[in-house]
């Protein structure tokens, strides 16, 4: 069974620009999470995609979006970067709209400058 | 606003004790609960779900949720130096979607 991956593992970024993070899903996994961990705080949500359609998502503007592909990768990207978006961007994948238990891949530490 | 409180510690604990670790969440309507292991620096590992009321035990975990209180609290026996971490308490929403987490404890376990 394959656990959850991400890439990259690390990013340096410099405010304004853009970034594209990716997840790979847990083998029979058809849901991806997202989310925004900053230094010494919990997780915050960012969107969740089932089936390809986003299914619910967090207190996060529009610059951030997603997308996932037939295989249940997925993409989250980033616009118009600023310094705040400094933080570890997790994905998880579970199986089923909601209540699940959710896995997380190892994540992506992305640095603004 | 939907919140989930935890002592943020450091909870210091000697080798081969009980640690014990709270949390509290405000939404009556939570019905999953969750406690993840996070090594500094690591992503967050599912050691434990709770569904319903009462006790539930994975090894040397017992996770403990009391829908009442709105307090679900995870106990881990004979503690080793490889528990020393952080542990995210997390909860859902019947039908919803997202995980809502605690900011953590962090758990020392003194040799």
């Known amino acids: 069974e394959t656990g959850v991956t991400q890439s990259p593992t690390h990013l340096i970024k410099t405010r304004g620009q853009q970034v594209t993070l990716r997840c790979s899903s847990q083998?029979?996994?058809?849901?991806v999470s997202w989310y925004q961990q900053a230094l010494g705080q919990g997780p915050q949500f960012i969107f969740q995609y089932y089936r390809e359609e986003e299914n619910g998502r967090g207190n996060f503007p529009p610059r951030f979006s997603g997308l996932q592909f037939p295989n249940y990768s997925s993409e989250l990207n980033v616009n118009a970067l600023e310094l705040d978006d400094s933080a570890l961007y997790l994905c998880?994948?579970?199986?089923?709209?909601?209540?699940?238990?959710?896995?997380f891949g190892p994540g992506t530490r992305l640095t603004v400058t | 606003q939907k919140e989930v409180e935890q002592n943020s510690g450091p909870l210091s604990v000697p080798e081969g004790a009980i640690a014990s670790l709270n949390c509290t969440y405000s939404?009556?309507?939570?019905?999953?609960f969750f406690w993840y292991r996070q090594y500094s620096g690591k992503s967050p590992e599912l050691i434990m779900s709770?569904?319903?009321?009462g006790d539930k035990e994975d090894g040397r975990f017992t996770a403990q949720l009391n829908k009442a209180s709105q307090y679900v609290s995870l106990l881990i026996r004979d503690s080793q130096p490889s528990d020393s971490a952080t542990y995210l308490c997390a909860v859902t929403d019947f039908g919803n979607e997202k995980l809502t987490f605690g900011t953590g404890t962090r758990l020392t376990i003194i040799p």
């Open positions: 998880a994948s579970s199986l089923g709209e909601s209540g699940g238990e959710q896995y």
């Open positions: 709770i569904y319903s009321n």
């Open positions: 083998s029979g996994h058809n849901t």
């Open positions: 939404d009556r309507g939570s019905q999953s």
